[in-house]
């Protein structure tokens, strides 16, 4: 059974730092460019952050220079952290494991909510 954990998210003041984290199975990470994406009130699903296997990255404009995607193959875990964070980032954040010549999976969400 595939499962993506998502955990680390709550309440931030702006200019704040919170980590997320996504726990996968271990059958898909090794096979999977990871991702995170978000969505605020309202608006639809939007990319924040993606991974390949290999570690190669890419962001969103709105998040570049202050988020930063990594993920720990050992672990099957992968992560996000976020720095000097702003109201505009409030929004539900979601893991996405996209298999290599295969399906995509996405993990329940954890609610990231920024204080002014």
């Known amino acids: 059974q595939v499962q993506l954990v998502e955990s680390g998210g709550g309440l931030v003041q702006a200019g704040g730092s919170l980590r997320l984290s996504c726990a996968a199975s271990?059958?898909?990470?090794?096979?999977?460019?990871m991702g995170w994406y978000r969505q605020a009130p309202g608006k639809q699903r939007e990319l924040v952050a993606t991974?390949?296997?290999?570690?190669?990255?890419n962001y969103a404009d709105s998040v570049k220079g202050r988020f930063t995607i990594s993920r720990d193959n050992a672990e099957s875990t992968l992560y996000l952290q976020r720095n000097n964070l702003k109201p505009e980032d409030k929004a539900v954040y979601y893991c996405?494991?996209?298999?290599?010549?295969?399906?995509?999976?996405w993990g329940q969400g954890t609610q990231v909510t920024v204080s002014s």
């Open positions: 271990r059958n898909i990470f090794s096979m999977s460019a």
């Open positions: 991974i390949t296997r290999g570690g190669s990255t």
């Open positions: 996405n494991a996209n298999v290599w010549l295969g399906p995509t999976y």
